[in-house]
C-alpha cells in the first residue's frame, strides 16, 4: 500500500485526462470522478490519504486486463493479481492470446480499439519490434525492485520478470557418463539413441552451429558471412538422417518423453525439470545451453496505461516473482526471489548463478533482422528429399 500512496499524486494527474481531453484512441473514465472531485477530495481529508480510495473504485468500474500466453493456468492469479487486488483493491483479468502478439499491439495503437490495458509475456525479440515501432508505453521504474536488477535487466518501457532456455536433455539410463557438448549429440556414433529437434528456424540453427563446434560466443560471427550459413546448414544435413522426431509442440514433447521414447532433445529447462519432478527420468544440461526473457510491457496509449504502471511496478517484487518461479520453474529476474524459493527449488532453475553462468544470451537483435532469412531458408531444408 505505501507504493500505492506514494504514487497517488502521480497517477491523479494522470487519471484525470479520462475525464477531460483523453487521447485519441483513450476511453473515457466513469464522468461522476472528476479532476474537481478528485482534488477536493485530496484537500479536504487528509491530503493524498483520500485519493487511492478514489482512484480505486473509478479505476475498478472499468475492467483491467492483461494479455497473458497460454499454458501457465492459474498461477497469473496467484501470483500477481490477487495480490494485487488484496493491495489495491483492484482486479486484474487474464486474457490468453496469441505466442507472439506483436500485431494486436499495432492494431490497438493504431486503432485506439484496445483489446487489453497492457500484456506479459513479452519476449525480448517483440520487445525490440514493439519499440522500434514506437508500440510502447513508458513504465514506472522507480522502485528498488526493479532498479537493484541491474543495468540490461529492464528498460523504460519493458519489465523482464522470467528467463527461460533451452538446454540439452537426455536419459541418464541411456548416458551413464553423461552428456556434455551438442557436439555430443551430433556424435551419432560414440551417443547413440533416439533424437529429437525442434522444428522452428532460430532453435535448429542456434543448435546446429553448436554441434558444428562453433563456440556460443562466436555464432553470431559467423552467421554473418554466407560461408557461415552454409557451415551450420551442412551441420544440419549431417544429423538429419539421426533426427527421430521434429518437435513442434510441449505436449508433443510431455508425451513422447514421458513414454521414454526419446534419449537426447534439447527442450526448455523448466519443460524438462517440470516432467522430471513429475517422475520422467532426465538429465538437465546447461552447458552451451541458451536463454531469453519475457516480461511487462503497455500498449502506447492504453486507456489504463496508470493503472498498468503500478501493476508492473508491484509485480516486480520479490514476492510475486517467486510465487510465479516455483509453479513455472522459469528463472527470477528478481536476484532477491531467490530468497523466498526454497533452495532445492532455487538450484534448477536458470537463473540460479551455477546456471546461468554455463549459458550464454539469445541475441535476439540478430535474430529480429534475420528471421525471414532464417525461416525461409530452413523451411526449403525440410522439403528437400
Known amino acids: 500500500m505505501k507504493m500505492y500512496l506514494n504514487a497517488t499524486l502521480h497517477s491523479v494527474v494522470h487519471s484525470v485526462r479520462y475525464n477531460g481531453l483523453p487521447t485519441e484512441g483513450e476511453k473515457r473514465m466513469p464522468q461522476s470522478i472528476s479532476r474537481r472531485t478528485l482534488l477536493k477530495a485530496s484537500a479536504s481529508v487528509g ?27 492459474n498461477i497469473w492469479n496467484k501470483a500477481f493479481f490477487e495480490p494485487f487486488k488484496k493491495d489495491t483493491g483492484i482486479q486484474a483479468v487474464a486474457v490468453v492470446s496469441k505466442d507472439f502478439p506483436y500485431n494486436e499491439f499495432k492494431i490497438s495503437v493504431e486503432t485506439g480499439a484496445y483489446r487489453w490495458s497492457m500484456a506479459a509475456g513479452i519476449t525480448k525479440e517483440l520487445y525490440y519490434r514493439l519499440n522500434d515501432g514506437g508500440y510502447l508505453e513508458p513504465i514506472d521504474t522507480n522502485t528498488p525492485e526493479i532498479t537493484s536488477r541491474g543495468e540490461g535487466n529492464y528498460t523504460s518501457n519493458w519489465l523482464p520478470y522470467g528467463l527461460y532456455c533451452l538446454a540439452l536433455a537426455y536419459r541418464p539410463e541411456s548416458f551413464p557418463n553423461g552428456i556434455k557438448t551438442f557436439r555430443d549429440m551430433w556424435n551419432v556414433a560414440s551417443f547413440p539413441g533416439r533424437r529429437a529437434l525442434r522444428k522452428r528456424s532460430v532453435d535448429a540453427i542456434e543448435m546446429a552451429a553448436r554441434g558444428a563446434g562453433i563456440a556460443p560466443s562466436e555464432i553470431y560471427k559467423v552467421l554473418s ?38 534419449e537426447i532433445f534439447p527442450i526448455s529447462s523448466q519443460r ?74 532455487a538450484r534448477t532453475l536458470p537463473t540460479y548463478p551455477e546456471n546461468l553462468s554455463k549459458m550464454v544470451e539469445l541475441n535476439a537483435q540478430f535474430w529480429l533482422r534475420n528471421i525471414d532469412k532464417a525461416t525461409a531458408r530452413f523451411e526449403a531444408w525440410l522439403l528437400k528429399s
Open 225 to 262: 558471412t554466407e560461408e557461415g550459413w552454409s557451415r551450420v546448414f551442412d551441420s544440419l544435413q549431417q544429423i538429419r538422417p539421426h533426427i527421430d522426431v521434429w518437435w513442434e509442440s510441449d505436449a508433443q514433447m510431455d508425451q513422447l518423453i514421458g513414454s521414454g521414447d526419446l
Open 272 to 345: 524438462a525439470q517440470k516432467l522430471k519432478n513429475d517422475g520422467a527420468s532426465i538429465t538437465i544440461e546447461y552447458n552451451e545451453g541458451y536463454y531469453t526473457t519475457q516480461g511487462w510491457a503497455i500498449p502506447r496509449g492504453s486507456p489504463h496505461a496508470d493503472i498498468a504502471r503500478e501493476f508492473i511496478k508491484f509485480a516486480s517484487r520479490a514476492e510475486c516473482e517467486a510465487e510465479f518461479m516455483k509453479a513455472t520453474l522459469m528463472g527470477p529476474m528478481n536476484p532477491r526471489a531467490f530468497e523466498l524459493i526454497p533452495p532445492e527449488v
Open 47 to 73: 491530503g493524498v490519504l483520500a485519493a487511492p480510495s478514489l482512484l480505486r473504485r473509478a479505476w475498478a468500474a472499468e475492467p483491467f486486463t492483461v494479455r497473458v500466453p497460454g499454458g501457465y493456468g
